[in-house]
């Protein structure tokens, strides 16, 4: 059975305390159904709990692959995810460099700990749970990329701990535009809309899922069924919808922290777009979307127009949608693999210049230098000769060689 949550509301506290016997899961059968998603990876890895702060842990993936020297890719998955959802991505990115996916606090296989109610403190703890997490790993610096509510807490992270990151890759993020003003919407929202937001404005995000109670898996295959189309390069059955299922009817706890940090409609409370403009600008960002996804893809031309003396780059990937890294996994893949080579081979570069570079710059300045000493030598001797002419025809004869050879020049 999974961790229970505990709800900030005591009169939730009976609901929450049936559903998880109410719904055929069980933290048993999220760790095997993710085991199966697992299964067509190629690459060895290391499975483990990495254990922060008041008891807690975070369930993570690590791949090593035999590459040293490189900075590791750090893998964040998005609202309702888990590391199983990065199947198609595992074995590709970990062929250059380490590669470590752990499930968010409160999501997947990690603890389902107390949120506070309040977003800024809901997104503090994501954060400082990252830093835990990658101080008891040793990570030095990381290429952090995130998608979805992924995206928001790595460039989150990015802000309280800019020396921790290399460069940040956001693909399709959430939270980072502001809620646009009635009037400035190009669609307004219908009223059923409206009406059927202020209904479920109480529960949490996926409460519906848990009330399905036996019926959720089926619900998760009518409502979602382009998720096992996904992944049908790699499964021909259920594997993915039950994965998602099961991530997602355990005790509510980082789900309830997403509640908290949204207004009405899925808009972040602290949009990040406000606060990307304070990230370190020795830090690169990318920002990956999907051209045919919904999402608001204007968020990257604006973080580029308020970052003028950073390196930002936008990349869309054609015929991919939200889900960009499933959608389009090997066109994914190989522009994540170009991103995280950029930085190194800027390091690269700047070593050169500092080292071959600077060395023959040197040379060049200093073999001018040693013309112009010479060309006054010579001068000075021309007028010499001149002088000592008037005195007598032996001083004509006199070799220029040996003044060019001398010994102050040598």
């Known amino acids: 059975m999974a961790e229970r949550a505990v709800s900030s509301d005591p009169g939730s506290w009976w609901i929450t305390s049936w559903l998880p016997s109410w719904c055929p899961s069980s933290q048993c059968k999220l760790k095997e159904v993710e085991e199966r998603m697992l299964q067509p990876l190629k690459s060895k890895f290391s499975k483990q709990f990495v254990h922060i702060s008041n008891d807690n842990k975070l369930w993570t993936l690590v791949f090593h692959g035999g590459v040293e020297g490189k900075t590791p890719l750090v893998l964040l998955h998005g609202f309702g995810g888990g590391v199983g959802l990065w199947a198609q991505n595992l074995d590709a990115l970990s062929q250059q460099r380490p590669v470590y996916a752990f499930d968010l606090l409160g999501f997947g296989q990690s603890s389902r700990t107390h949120f506070s109610t309040d977003a800024q403190e809901a997104e503090l703890q994501f954060v400082e749970s990252i ?39 956001l693909v399709e993020p959430w939270g980072f535009p ?53 992944f049908d390069t790699i499964f021909n059955d259920n594997t993915v919808t039950e994965y998602i299922y099961h991530l997602n009817v355990q005790s509510p706890s980082g789900e309830t922290a997403f509640k908290n940090m949204t207004i009405p409609y899925g808009w ?107 060309a006054v030598r010579l001068l000075t001797a021309q007028v010499g000769q001149q002088s000592n002419g008037r005195h007598g025809d032996q001083n004509l004869a006199m070799p220029s060689g040996p003044t060019v050879c001398s010994p102050s020049l040598r």
């Not at 669609?187 to 399905?212: D, E, Q």
């Open 131 to 169: 830093e835990e997490w990658r101080e008891k790993l040793g990570l030095e610096i990381m290429i952090m990329l995130g998608h979805n509510l992924g995206g928001y807490l790595a460039a989150a992270y990015s802000l309280k701990y800019p020396s921790r990151v290399k460069h940040l890759i």
């Open 178 to 230: 502001e809620r646009p003003q009635p009037g400035d919407q190009d669609r307004p929202i219908p009223v059923w809309i409206k009406a059927l937001g202020a209904m479920l404005s109480p529960f949490n995000p996926l409460a519906g899922l848990r009330l399905a109670g036996p019926l959720g898996p089926l619900l998760v295959q009518t409502l979602r069924p382009d998720f096992k189309k996904k």
């Open 268 to 374: 972040a409370k602290r949009p990040m777009l406000q606060r990307t403009g304070l990230i370190h600008s020795d830090i690169p960002i990318t920002v990956i979307y999907g051209s045919r996804s919904s999402i608001d893809g204007h968020s990257g031309n604006s973080i580029k127009e308020m970052r003028p003396n950073s390196h930002v780059e936008i990349i869309a990937i054609r015929g991919a949608g939200h889900y960009v890294y499933a959608d389009q996994p090997e066109d994914f893949n190989h522009r994540v693999l170009h991103v995280c080579e950029t930085p190194e081979i800027r390091a690269s570069g700047m070593h050169r210049l500092c080292g071959y570079e600077v060395c023959v710059l040197c040379m060049c300045v200093c073999s001018r230098v040693l013309h112009i000493l010479l």
